[in-house]
């Protein structure tokens, strides 16, 4: 599904100087369905009673999502561009890790869908989000 050319080394060097890379996501894996990121539960991602930010969590799929998208358009004439998201909040972390997976529910010519999931480090559901995004002609 994704470009075979598609490498975690280029996904990483593509967020520097980033949301992604301020929050201290990485991604980590990239499958025939789905791409898998990481983003630690620390200072830069938890809120004042120290547990996971439910906006860090959004930050994370989003980003996970958008990324998704682009490795599928012609990044010549297309942009990959956030419509919809929406998050359920199922558990609270403290620290480690957080996991996310992206996988498609519909990709068309106008709109993709993702599910996206995530897990602490012991692979229990944090949060799970729908993402819509747009895709967009370059002007």
Known sequence: ?????????????FSTDT????LGIE???IGADFIRAR?????????????LHGGAS??????LGSVASFALVD???QNAVGLEINANHLR???????????RPLHIGRRTHVWDIRIVDDEDRLV????????IVERE
């Open 58 to 63: 959004v930050a994370l799929a989003e980003s």
């Open 127 to 134: 949060c799970v989000c729908r993402f819509t995004v747009a």
């Open 1 to 13: 599904m994704f470009t075979p050319d598609l490498s975690l080394e280029a996904l990483n060097a």
């Open 92 to 102: 609270a972390v403290r620290g480690g890790y957080v996991h996310a997976t992206a």
């Open 75 to 77: 990044p010549a004439r």
């Open 39 to 51: 983003m630690p539960v620390d200072s830069r991602t938890v809120q004042p009673f120290r547990l």
């Open 27 to 29: 991604f980590m894996e």
């Open 19 to 22: 949301l992604v890379s301020h």
